[in-house]
């Protein structure tokens, strides 16, 4: 569980890296009022009707994100970046380390977006979530 957490925030850092260093981009702390904070979020299934689990995350200054939370009882981690505009990041499974895609938007002052992984099964997991800010 830690070796996964550990992996994907290197990869987390490493894309971060990636575009600063990309010619004529500039690494900058995310202007006042862009989305950071943090949020409490539910996951849905992919009808956006059933709530399947519910979770946690924290958008930093640099567009770092991180979360925990549950999906179908199974603890989950979120690991992503948010640029202003788009989040991109992925879900884990704590126990057994499987990865999936974790994306989305603001909408207002909340933030929307869909999930897709592998299931401990083999089946596919996917849905949507949105999350308000925790004031």
């Given at each position: 569980?830690?070796?996964?957490?550990?992996?994907l925030i290197i990869l987390l850092l490493a894309v971060a890296g990636l575009?600063?260093?990309?010619?004529?981009?500039?690494?900058?702390?995310?202007?006042a009022g862009s989305g950071q904070g943090d949020y409490i979020g539910q996951?849905?299934?992919?009808?956006?009707?059933?709530?399947?689990?519910?979770?946690?995350?924290?958008?930093?200054?640099?567009?770092?994100?991180?979360?925990?939370?549950?999906?179908?009882?199974?603890?989950?981690?979120?690991?992503?970046?948010?640029?202003?505009?788009?989040?991109?990041?992925?879900?884990?499974?704590?126990?057994?380390?499987?990865?999936?895609?974790?994306?989305?938007?603001?909408e207002g002052n909340n933030m929307l977006g869909s999930y897709e992984l592998?299931?401990?099964?083999?089946?596919?997991?996917?849905?949507?979530?949105?999350?308000?800010?925790?004031?």
């Open positions: 569980m830690l070796l996964m957490r550990i992996t575009l600063s260093a990309c010619p004529g981009s500039v690494a900058m702390p995310l202007p996951f849905l299934d992919d009808t956006g009707t059933l709530v399947l689990g519910s979770f946690e995350m924290e958008i930093a200054d640099s567009g770092a994100m991180e979360g925990d939370g549950q999906l179908n009882g199974r603890d989950m981690k979120l690991v992503g970046f948010f640029d202003g505009s788009r989040l991109e990041g992925w879900v884990s499974d704590d126990l057994t380390g499987r990865t999936g895609q974790f994306d989305g938007a603001p592998e299931g401990p099964a083999g089946e596919r997991l996917e849905g949507f979530w949105d999350a308000n800010p925790d004031n």
